[in-house]
């Protein structure tokens, strides 16, 4: 499942905001206040009714107060997200302010979630009923609470086992807990430990472990040895030969190494029968992707997060120039062609179409499209933001110049 469209009415500061999403990459660039956040919040609303209809799982919906619009003191009759898929699939969530009859009328006409509904029955639940193989659709939100990892400090009521539904819990919940990762990745070692005493070698893994390690070691090639230790309990990775507490990072590497093994482990434990669970359908959400990241890892998030989940379609929020002047060199790098060019460097930046991306500049809560249509890039409206850092330093330096010649 991926996403096509979205529309937001009446929601929180928006009156009516349509946004057409990126196969691969949505990226919203815009100051504080510009209205980001919000459409990452209607995304996992809408799509918190997949959730709710799922067992095991629970969906998130609107909350009881602020998320109707407001003008001059007056709530709107309502509040309403609608999602299309790229299969074409359709369905909307619909909040009123009261139950009144004249509230009823003045809101628009609901899609409703018999559509959504229905897919889910086919695909998912009646296979899972009948012990057939199905694939889980997988979704992932993460808020800029992600730096805060929270880490049992005892094995005491640690879960046995999982089930796959587990990659869905708390998945569209911003606030996301690294806990559970933690527990699943404790207990998936273990098994392992267990089957290798068996097979008497230490060569045999488990895939799911494998493929949290890849993901690890893509996007951190100087990370190795993720593990648990028990005294104390911890999760310790190995840098330049030293082992490491994953607390005892930087706020750099805890959001984003936190973030990858959280979402590494939900692909593993939501489709265990692929290949390579990395490579499944997944809709992905990041306040914030540049969040305590140098500006260097600012160039390269984007590549990094595409390349290691090949078949995930992200939608991600930032404040930095850098992520989105990047994404020009993935757009250029697509219209060179795929063949090797030569030069390290260039043949080192994953190729993204025009087509998969969609880039916008947000402005109370209104959209405006970054990619030129005859290029295929972004447009050069992002230089603003470092001509006016260097206007100012080149007025101080004319300053400096002129007191000299007096």
Partial sequence: ??????????????????VQ????????????????????????????????HLP?????????????????????????????????????????????????KATSA?????????????NVIDRLNAGEEYELPMMAYYGVSRAVLQVPLRRKGFPKSHTRMEALKQALEAQSSFKSAFIWFYNKENEEHRLQKEKRSFDVTLKELDAVRTAIHSIFPDISN?????????????ISGETLDLMQL????????????????????????????LTAEAIVMIDEVDLHLHPSWQRRVLGDLLRTF??????????????????????????LGLALTGDDEIDRVLPLAASDVRAYRMQSSNSQSLIDAETGLIDNTLLQYFNEINMLY???????????DD
């Avoid at 706020?251 to 290949?275: C, E, F, Q, W």
Wanted: charge should be positive; proline fraction near 3%.
């Fill in 1 to 18: 499942m991926k996403l096509k469209y979205f529309t937001l009415e009446n929601f929180r500061a928006c009156e009516r905001l349509d």
């Fill in 21 to 52: 999403f990126g196969s691969r990459l949505t990226v919203l660039l815009g100051n504080n206040g510009s209205g980001k956040t919000s459409v990452l919040d209607g995304i996992a609303i809408g799509l918190g009714a997949a959730l709710t």
């Fill in 56 to 104: 095991a799982v629970a969906g998130i919906t609107f909350k009881e107060n602020g998320d109707i619009r407001q003008v001059d003191n007056v709530a709107a009759p309502y509040a309403r997200i609608a999602l299309t898929t790229e299969d074409g699939l359709k369905w909307d969530r619909i909040k009123r302010r009261d139950r009144s009859k004249a509230t009823a």
């Fill in 110 to 122: 609901s899609i409703g979630l018999k559509a959504l509904e229905a897919y889910l029955d086919h």
């Fill in 226 to 238: 993720p593990h648990i230790e028990v005294n104390p309990l911890r999760f310790a990775v190995t």
């Fill in 250 to 277: 930087s706020d750099g590497y805890k959001t984003l190494l936190g973030l990858v093994i959280d979402l590494s482990i939900r692909m593993g434990l939501a489709n265990p029968h692929l290949d390579d669970p």
């Fill in 310 to 335: 090949s078949n995930t379609q992200f939608i991600l929020t930032t404040h930095s120039p850098f992520v989105v002047e990047t994404l020009n060199n993935h757009l250029k790098r697509q219209q």
């Fill in 394 to 404: 080149d007025k101080m330096r004319d300053i400096e110049w002129d007191q000299k």
